[in-house]
């Protein structure tokens, strides 16, 4: 049987985060595929901090075991982005720290987690990394001497453009890509000799969902335009705020904001923050609105997207963003827009229109059951994996 590592920042059923949940996905759907998947992660729960929540050792979630250690620098996130911005910004030609240093902060540190790895990776076939941009990743790779496998989950950001990157994208047997523009924009930088595999993401495709449920559960009686993610700045929100403050003068509809909430929220009429909600009112959210939006200009994937086409719903996306205008282009799920008027106007295009809004969510639902179902994409990886490992 094939023995799989797989390295992540944070792992647990309760841990909220693009990269980490697809991480807890092809674990569990690997080990289930009959490949033997361990687990190595931090204690840290929550990304802010990194602070030390679960116990070190080991626990089994799922048939997957897990090795969890403990994270030795907590991040102060206010102290971070400030030294963060200056050390991105062009114009300062003396740095205050290194690129190691800056990665070093970034975290989350556990010098357990690597030495572990090191000495324990003769028992393993291959490791597979999430997410290119911690320490868990940049500082594990240069120890590794097993075939590895990188999800980059890269998207245009300072980080991708120190030097200290290249190595972390040149060293992976294989760079398995959720994108098409995600693997177009690695090619253009790094030229990484490593096989590269469009393998994608799946998503559940899940039918018969009753689009009343949230409503009830939350008292939502007007139509609703949903975001579902983090709130927090350099998620394109602000834009949204402005853009909806100017919808409400016309239109009768709520914004329905769903997710951990790190900044303020305008108070606007009309505006539902509803917090953290189960897997079944999310669904339930996202089959009920008008149109889901995501106005994040920098995104690797977007999870919520692809949600919102399974239950048949169009989806806003900002424009300025490649992977979200490829997956609105290749499905002609929904619209883009790149400033207030034209989410405004494109809004009520699909308000207005319900026959198109409708042919616009079917083909979104198409797009997503052809190429993000999960026994499609387990296959495809499964196999990649065996082929780097010449298993035939």
Known sequence: MVKIGVVVQRYGEDVVGGAETLAR??????????????????????????ENHYDTGETIL????????????????????????????????EKEITEDEWIDIQGPVSTDLINTIKSEQENFDIFIFFTYLYYTTVKTLRILKKPSVLFPTAHEEPPINMG????????????????????????????????????????DVKRDTDENAFRRNYLIVSPFILYAGRIEKGKGLE?????YRQLRNSSVVDLVLMGKKLMDIPEIDGIKYVGYVSEEDKISAFKGAV???????????????????????????????????????ASGGGLSF??????????????????????????????VNEFYSWDIVIKRISNQIRELLDLG
């Open 239 to 243: 834009m949204l705020f402005d853009a």
């Open 25 to 50: 996905d092809v674990a569990e759907k690997l080990n289930a595929a009959e490949f033997d998947v361990t687990v190595f992660t931090t204690t840290a729960k929550d990304y802010i901090t990194w």
């Open 338 to 367: 790149s400033n207030v008027e034209e989410f405004i106007k494109n809004f009520n295009v699909l308000y207005r229109n319900k026959i198109k809004s409708e042919r616009m969510g079917k083909r979104g639902f198409d797009y």
């Open 164 to 203: 200290i990157m290249k190595e972390v994208f040149m060293k992976p047997k294989a760079l398995f890509f959720l994108t098409g523009s995600e693997m177009d924009l690695v090619e253009k930088k790094f030229s990484p000799p490593g096989k590269m595999v469009l393998a994608r993401t799946g998503v």
């Open 62 to 93: 799922k048939g997957v075991i897990i090795k969890r250690f403990s994270v030795d620098i907590l991040r102060d996130i206010d102290k971070f982005n400030d030294l963060s911005g200056r050390f991105f910004d062009k114009n300062i030609i």
């Open 291 to 329: 149109c889901s939006v995501q106005p994040s200009p920098l995104e690797s994937l977007s999870i919520t997207t692809l949600e919102s086409f399974t239950q048949e719903t169009p989806v806003l996306v900002n424009s300025n963003c490649r992977v979200l205008m490829e997956h609105v282009e």
